[in-house]
Every structure is written in C-alpha cells, then in structure tokens.
C-alpha cells in the first residue's frame, strides 16, 4: 500500500461558508433570472412562489451574492493575480484539456482556468449589480433614464449568460477533475491532488512550520 | 386591470396564441383619433378616465403649467401636454392628449416576461391583464412612447385600456365619449383614417401646409392616431416621438438574445459532457499521491 | 342683458347653442368659449369642420380658444369698445355695411333730437354732483304731431341716427385703436376685413361674449357696441349670426328670466318705484305705444303679463277692485343688488343676510369689505349644498383667511340644500331653451331642495304673521300656495304656474259660441293672456311650456328636420318655442330670404313659414312694413339707443376704474362718468405709479366657480391657484415657473404661483409696453383643492352703469417674488 500524506488544508470554513452562499445565490439567481429571461422557462417562477415574488426577491438575492461575493474576493484577489507561468499554462491549454498536464509550469493554488472565472465573475457580477441596480424599479426608477434602463438590461442579460457559462465551466472543472470536490465540502485536498494540480502551493503549504 | 375580455387574442406576452377556428371572422381593428386642431385642452377626457376607470389620482400641487397631473401616473391614464410654440410674431398652443398608442406592434408586449400580462386583441388594442402582471417594469423600457407606470403599491403595470370593457359592448371609450369638442373620435382603423383626410384636408386649406396624421410605421402604426396641425415635426407636441420604434437594444434584448443565450447553455453542458465522455475524468495518480508524501515527507525532515 | 334688450326689445342671446354651426365667422370677444363653455363650444368646432367657419379670438392672453382659433389678435383688458367702435368705423368708411337690412330694419334714418351732443366725454345732460345724467330728453327723436318718430329714408340728415354714429366713431381710428387696445393696427385690419365679409345677407358672423364683456364699469355698452355691429352687417334674425350670450351657469338664464336684478319681476317686468304709488301711475309709463305706423310694440301687452302674474302671485287676493294687489309689491327707493348689500352690510345697516345660492364672499368684489360686512350681521342663513367660504367666513384658516372667531359674534345657520342631481326640476340654458332634468339620487343626510326650505320658511313666516299680525301682514298671508303638499311644492307644480292657466272659461275670440279653454287649464301661449283677471302666469315669456299636451321641457326628440339646427320638439324655447329671436330679418322687407344659404323664414304669399316659429305675426304680410323688432317700439332695432342705457345711447370709451392711462379721447373724463361708487370706496381705487401692472381674472375649463374645488377629480387636474404672466415681467422681477408671488391691489394682497408663459405678452399701449396677468377665480379656504387667498380680495368694488355688474376683468395690480405661505410647501 501506498504512502498518503494527510489531507492538505485548502479552504477554511468561513471560506467555504462564504463560497457555498455564493453558488446558492448565484444558483437562485440564474434560476429567477432565467425565468424572467426566456417565456419558456416561466415555469422556473413556480420554484419561489410566483411571478410577483420571482421579480421581488430576484434584486435582493443579487445583494446577498454582492456581498458574499465581494467576501470571496478579498479572500483571494492577491492569490489570483496573473504571472508568466499562467501564460504558458494558457498556452497549454489544449493539452490540459486533453488530460495531458506533462510539462506545464509549477501553479500556485490557482491555475489560469481558475484565475479567468475568478476575475471573470467579478467584472461579471460588478457589471450584474451596477446593471441591475439601474433595473430595480421598486426603489430606483427614478434615477435614471428609460434609454439606460434599456442598454442596462441588454448589458444584464449578457453578463448573466457569461456568468452562467462561466459557472457552467466552474462546475464541471470540478465534476472533471476528480479530487476538487473535497476542497469545498471538506476544505481539504488530497497530497497527491496538491502535488499535481497546484505543486508550487503544495511546496508552499508543506514548507509551512 | 382589465376585465375578462370576451375578445379574441391576436398576441399574448410570453406565450403563443392558438390561431383562429377555421373560417372565424377576423375582427375589424379599431382606432382613437385624436383631433390635436380641435383640442381645447378642458380635461374632459382625464376626469371622464378617472371616473370610468375608478381611478383614485391624488390631489397635487401646481406646477406653474397646465399639466396637471404633471406625468402620467398609475392612476392617470390620459394627460393633456401644453406646448407653446412661437415662431416669428404668432403663438401656437399645441396640447396634446397623451396615453397610450396601442402600437399595432406594441414594444411593452414584446418586452413582456410574463405569459398573458400583456395581450393584443385582435381588434388591435393592447390590453394590460393584472392578474398575470409581476410588476418587473419591463414594459416601461419595451414602450417607445414612455406611458406604462408601475404602482409602488400593487406593483403591476398600468396605462389606457382604450376602454376594451367600453368596446368589447359597443361603446366608445370613455374619454372620446367626453369630450366636447369631438376632438377624440374612435371607430375602425380604415374609417378613423378616411375621417383624418379630411381634417387634414381643412387644415391644409387654412394654412398648416404640413396638417398630416400620426400612425407611425415604426410600431406598424398605432391604434391612437393624432391629426396634428405639424405632422413633419411631432416632437413639437411635447416630445411625441418623430419616428418611433421598439429600441434596437430592446430587439437584442427581446430577439436574438433569447434564443442564442439558451443555445450557448446548452452548447457549453453539452461540450462539457462530450469532453468528459471522451477524454475522461482527470484523476490523481497513486504516483503522484507518492511523490505528495515524498516532498512533504523530505521538506518536514 | 341690458344691453340687448335696448337695442333689440329682449334680453338673451338671440340665436341658440346649435345654430353656431351656421356661422361663417365667430367672433370670439369677451369671453374665452372654449375654457369657460368646452360643451357649447362644440357647436364652433362644427362651424370650423363643416361650414369652413374662420374663427377670431380677441383677448388679453392667448386663451385656449385661441389655441384653435384661425386669428388671434391681443387687445388691453377694458378697451373694447374702442376697438369695436374702430370696427364701426371701418365698416362704414369702406362701405361695407349691409345698406338695405341697415335702412329697413335699424333706427338708422330716425332724426335725432337738436341737442343731443356728445362733447369732452360727456353726452347731453349729465349732471356732475349726482353723477349721473339726470336730464336725458335729448336723447330721442324728432316726433311729429301724431307721436310717430320723424325718418329720413334718404339718411341725408346729418341728424339721422347713423350719421350721428358715424360722427360718434370717427375719433376711432386704427391708429387710436392701437393707441388705446394696444391691438396691432395689421391683426386690427385683419380682423375688421373677416367681419366684413359678412356684410351681405350670403355670410354671417356669431359673436360669442360672457363676463368678458359684462365685468366693466362699460359692460353693457361693450355688448351694445357689437349688437351694433350686427346690426350694421345684417346679421341679426339670420342663421349663424346674433349676439349670443354664454351664460356662466347652466341656470344663470333661468334666474334672469325670473328676476335676477332686484328691481325686476319674472319675465323682465319691473317693479314699482316709490313715486309710482299707484297702479295708474306705474301703467302709465307702460303703455309701450307704438312710435312708428303699423308697428307691432308687443310690450303694449304689459298689463296682460303683470295681472296675469298678480293673480299667479296672490290669487284671489287680486282683484279689480284692489288693481290687482299692486299694493302689495314692494316699491323701490333704489336698487338692492349685491353691490349694495354688501355695502350696507360694511356700514352697520344691516342685521341679517338670507344668503342661498351664493358664496357671496368669493363672488362679491373686494372680500375684506365682504369680510368686514358679514362680521357686523347678527345672524347669517347659508343654504347650499356645499361648504362656502361664506359659511366659514368666521373662522381662521391662517393667511388665507386671516379672521379671529372671537371677535365676530354673527350667528351662522347652515341649511344643507340638495345638488342639481338629487332633485328635478328645470334648467333655462344660454339659448333660453327650458329643460327638464329628472333626480338620480336621494340628497345625503338632512339635506332638502331649495323649494323645500323656502316652502318651510314661508310656511312659519305665514303662520306668525297670522298669529302676531305686523305692520302690513296682507302680502304674505295672501301669497297664492294652491299646492297639494304646502310644505313640499312639486318642481313641476311650479313650472305649471309659471305657465299659467285659464282661471274662468275663456271663449274663442273668433267665434264666441265656442270654448277655447275651459276654467283650470293650463295656457297654450302667452297671447291668450288677460288683463281682466281670468289667466294667471307667474312668468309670461314662459307660456307654453307646460300645455294641456304636457310638460314641453321634458321633449326630448332630436330631430332636425331643416338640417339647420332647430330641433323644435327638444325641451322648449322661450319666447313661443323660437329658436332664433327675430327671425323675420332673415327675409328681406319683401319677404325672401336674403339668400338662399340663409333661408330660414320667408312669407309664401298667406303665411310667414320656415322650420323655426316666425318671431312675428304669423299672417301678416310684407307690404304692412311692420318691423321685425316686434318689441320695440319703432319696430326696428336701435343704433341710438334713446334713453334706455344711463351711460349713453352710443357706447364710448372709458378706462377701468383703475385707470391705466388718462383716457387718450378726452383726459378729463377717463372713467365711466356714471359709474356706480359708493361714497365709502372712493378711495379703493389704484393708481399706474404704485400698481403698473394689468390684471384680468377669468375660469378655466376644469373648474365650475367656487363649486368643483370641492370635487376630488376637478381638483386633481386644476390643484392649485396661479398667477400667469409673461416672460418680459416675470425677468424683470427675477420670477420663475411656481415661484410664490405676491400681488397686490389698492384693495389687497394675496399669493399664488407663478406660471410664466408665452402666451402673455406685453401689449403695447400709447406706444410703451403693458404687462397683463391673469389671475383663475376659483381657489379658496374651503374644499379640497389647495388652500389659497380668495381672489376677491384684489378686485374693486366698482359696478357697471346699467347692471351694477362688478369689474372683475380689468384692475391694477403690483407684482414681486416672495416665501411660500406658511402652511404651503415651497414646491410642489
């Protein structure tokens, strides 16, 4: 039998909470949204109570994701900042997605995948909030004009469906490479997951006294 | 906030209507004209609304104009704009009743999420149907006339009915049935407009070389039509538009939008199934668990 | 109506409400139709869309009639008749006056008295301490020896009446009317060039006035000058033409037939003055006898209407032996209109005020003294169906109403009356048509109809003087209360009345054997009346509106079978069901129409026939001459009005009583001479130097007087009182769109919103700017529009020579920016 190092620490719990209420929320959103987005999937309105509450409850789901978002990037926003090694990491994107990671550079706890969905979903939701903010009609009708309204729902629509697409390929990064899931149920990552996904963080987390 | 209507549906918001029962009479679209010339500008037509439609407008204050109400508002439907157009030494006064068109391709109906808040008849007015309304305000920015108004109260949609509970029993609607001056006629499309040739024939022959009708083909025309003394320049007549049509942002928003983001979805589950059914999971190996124990092994020695 | 009446024998508009559509040109002066009539004025947007009608509109401001008017042109508020004498004058000088109707039809060639003069502003006979013309025999024809005025046919008499007139308007040139109206002479032009297109019996013109023209020290001669007008063009008696007054109520005619002045009885009868002590004496100065061969003078029938109306007032109580209970009537010393109430109230001579129908402290001129009044009364009786100002005049609602209950000891009674819908009853409309409306809802809580609350009191009136006696108990104990239920007379039962009945068998006059009404029927007409007590008629023009067929007011058949606008069986037209008053100038003296568009009564050989009733006997022929100005009696109506007008038999110029400039004709007489001012307001009068500034006051279309700020939905859409001015003044005092201003007057100071528009300009006077305001009437403390300062409270105590009508439309004012009322957000 082989030799396993324990479980190596990758999120802490408040990190994980702070994840798990944001793909809650995010879920809801695009669920709610998608409902109000497209006439064939209405019926999505039935899953919170009706078109009424859908519409009411859409904006203030929108601020628990802000902020639980903006959590996540003060959390992580230095460890996600772009280096050469991702570049080549990027250049090697065809074979990583041909399951062959022979020869890539050494990553951090974040590869360029993970790095481009980080700042892709904070631009994205920057641009949903401020977007959806000039939608929120309840409170904020007045402030802006009709025209606006109008470009900021184009610009609502198409951040979302980014957003979407980008949580789409999140999840299945994570349903695809196996081992990822503990990270976030149980903050943990096995050694040899660390060792081939994110060596040089693997060096830095067991080079800590 | 109509009624249960004992029309036939042309359009309904978010949904399909199912066409009409072989050799069903098509009914005749109707029209509002509002003669601008004739328009005295009393309000009739505004308190005839409120008292129709049961309307409660609270009482405001002045505003140093005419308008009054100062907007449209949930509860007024209709409101008379004053413009006071000088040019050289003469004044026109041009008041205009504003509510909503009943755009033959109306922009609210388009902008609609919610199946059946919004419907055409096939009489061509353009009905608001409470009920189904969720109050997500989409209308306003589907409208390129500016008039639905969302209650902060009831949080559903309102604007002018034409009176489809006046019509759909043969009556005109309340404003046109008001006013003194028949300044608001209403019939069928085809004779509303026969009637408007004439108008503007008189018009023509006192002077207003540019007396033309107002059913703009950008919405496909509307069913509230205007005689106005300047057709070649409605925004003289507070800010009517010169050529309206359902923004380009709106058709993006409303057309292509919807059918492509649904396919980019379903374009990335499917390429992440097809990736996954082809190339595999992508698993730790045991060697590199070993090579994990290995370093940590030497770097805590 | 004191105007018409004078020239043309009755007091109303002479065509009706659906005859404008005739018109070819509507002269819309003095009033502002489509704000302040939006339902009659449906019948100018027909004339527009379907007979081609131009439409003038001659008025201070830019009104919403002249937002679909073919022609605007500007004129200073209370210059009319300077620039409808300019009118005059154009017609003449260029000939274009209708010579054939003018000669037939008008007094034109009548010889005016050696005499009679009009020098330095003043006519003939004007007496300056009494400020009055006391002697006015000047003011008449030359008779002959028979009694019958003395004519010039070939009008070569420099004293015929209308050279007189020509003479009289020839000061009133374009350029004065510029000088004095501050109308540009080209828009002046204009206008006279579009009126004088009507001068041939082929065209007419309708001319629409309201309070326009009645609320000035000049009112009854501003009406006068254009019934003069209309005479000149022809256009009297034909379809689309008259001089039609919009009255403001939709009962104000009614009210007027049945005695609005104080001085008057129902169906224009006038009550004894004291020295006609007798009732010899008071028939003695109505006779009405003819002053022209031939001619028809139907007032000659005087004595018919006041004894028929006797024995409708008293019954049996008038007899022949007691000439008809004229002693019963009271005899005025002089006349009790609101004017003089109100100034007896502020002197102390009054105890209590009976005030129904009335919101007398909004509706009189000069609230304060209103105010000042009402505080000296012992006891107050309001009956309306409303909450009034007048009711509240005693408590304090801040600035608007700056009063201190404790210090004012009137006792106030407030009779809840019913509304117009929660009883039925009649409407007289603008065109005198009688109208039945039927009740649709009971009134609320212990609300009674006005019948009802006079009925109660009459009733423990009646019973005390029987009891108690009194100096002269005889009136009252007799007045006639023949109804089923005394103390609830029937609306019908009074209109029946008022119509009249046969009070014993009258036999036919053309053949004695026969019966023409038996005892108790009611009258079919006015002509079957008698001076021999046997009918009774409370209100002779009346007659004929409640027949043995039934109730006429109640016809509602729309049909129209000439296409002309008559509709003879709806509702019922007084005199005798006419349409069109004089109608038998609608056909030459010959008796064809004067042309075929025009057609509407012409002589077919036996008989007059047309669609409408003939206003003339019905079979006499053409070649009699008699006049179609039946009333009068000259037959013909009056260029030279004789006696009949105080201030005048041509109309002249005077400023308002505040005077914006010294009168450019004559300086020394700026003013109305005979203008009515009480002694205790000599001094409530404005000078240019403190007040620069031209006010008009006026309605606006979505308010009915000081009523509907009671009603929710007319004070969502009109909330709030505003001043309007223009852009010109309101820089000039660093004013902008809903600023609070302040306005004063000599008489007071109130504060409103500013509304600058353009359609204020400054109107050019004597060559120098003047800037006119506009000031809505309706705003009050009481209601649910917003609260404000009573716009009475600027206007002056002044009234018209003939009407005491007050002058509302024309006073000086002083305008500044200033803070919001303390109760009053700052905006809106």
Redesign the interface.
Known sequence: M????KP?SRYTTAARINHWVTAVSLILLALSGM??????L?FL?YLFG???I???IHPWIGVVLAISFLGLFLRFFTLNFWNRDDTVWMKNLGSV???KEEGLPELGKYNAGQKLVFWGQSILILLLLGSGFV?W??YF?AYTT??Q???S??IH??CA?GA??IW??HV?AA?????TMSAMTRGSV???????HHRKW??QE??KP | MSVMQALDLRRRS??SVPPPPAGAKAAVPVAKLIDV????????C??AC??WNQLD??????????N???DLTTA?WTVMRYT?Y?HGDD?????RKDGCMHCDDPGCLKAC???GAIVQYTNGIVDFISD?C?????C??G?PF?IPR?S?VT?KAYKCTLCSDRVVVGQAPACAKAC????IYFGTKDDMIAHAGK?IT?LK??GYQNAGLYNPPGVNGTHVMYVLQHADKPSLYAGLPDNPHI?P??G??KGV??PL??A??AF??AF?FM??VT???????????????E???S??A | MASLAPTFGRGAMTNSWNDIKNADVVLIMGGNA??AH??G??W??EA??NN?AKLVVVDPR?T?????S?L?APIRPGTDIAFLSGVMRYLMGNGKIHQEYVKAYTNASYIVKEGFKFEDGLFAGYDAARKSYVDRSTWDYEFDEQGMAKVDETLQNPRCAINLLKAHVERYTPEMVERICGTPREKFLKVCELIATTANGERSMTSLYALGWTQHTTGAQNIRSMAMIQLLLGNMGIPGGGVNALRGHSNVQGITDLALLSTSTPGYLVLPTEKETTFADYMKARAFKPIRPGQTSFWQNYGKFFVSQQKSLFGNAATKDNDWAYDYLPKFDTAYDVLKIIDMMAGGQMNGLFCQGLNVMMAGPNKTKIHRGLSKLKWLVVVDPLQTETARFWENHGEFNDADPKAIQTEVFQLPATAYAEDEGSYTNSSRVIQWHWKAVDGPGESRSDIEIIADLHGRLRALYKKDGGAFPDPIVNTSWAYAKPAHPEPVELLKELNGYALEDLPDPADPTKLMLKAGQLLPGFAVMRDDGKTSGGCWIYTGVYTEAGNMAMRRDASDPTGLGIHPNWGFSWPANRRILYNRASADPAGKAWSERKKYITWNGSRWVGGDVPDYAPTVAPDKSVGPFIMNQEGTARLFSRTAMPDGPFPEHYEPMDAYIANPLHPKVTTNPVARVFAADAKSFGTPDKFPIVATSYRL??HFHYWTKNV???????????VEMGERLAKAKGIK???WVEVSSQRGMIKA???????F?PIMVDGKPCDVIGLPIHFGFVG???KSYPLNTLTPPVGDASTNTPEYKAFLVDVKKTTPPASQ?A??
């Not at chain 2, 010339?37 to 009739?44: D, L, P, T, V, W």
């Open positions: 082989s030799q396993h190092i190596v409902a109000l987005f497209h006439p064939s209405y309105t009706g078109g009424q859908t519409r009411a997605i041909n399951n939608l009609d309840t009708a009709i025209d309204k109008r470009l729902a184009v629509a198409l469906i979407i697409l789409i390929v299945y349903i695809w490479v196996k081992g096995s050694g040899g997951w660390a060792w081939k693997f060096r067991v080079g | 978010a949904s010339s004739k328009c005295i500008g009393c309000k009739a505004q308190t409120l008292e407008q609270p009482i405001g204050y002045t505003d140093g104009t005419y009054n109400p100062t007024s006071e000088e004044l026109e006064w041009l008041i999420p919610a199946p189904n969720i109050g997500c305000g989409y306003v920015k409208c500016n969302i902060q949080s003194p001056t028949q300044a108008r008189d022959s006192r923004s942002l709106v993006i928003w939008m919807k983001s649904l980019a979805i990335a589950g992440g990736h996954y190339k595999g999971p992508n698993r730790v190996t045991e060697h590199d668990e070993e090579k994990a124990a370093v940590a092994g770097d805590r | 489509a704000e939006p339902c004025f449906k100018v947007t527009k869309a081609g830019f919403r009639s002249a937002a679909v073919d605007y279309a979505e929710h939905d007319n004070a969502v859409v009109q909330p709030e009182m505003f769109n809903g600023d919103k500013a509304s600058v528009s353009k359609r300009r649910l529009a917003r957000p905006v809106a």
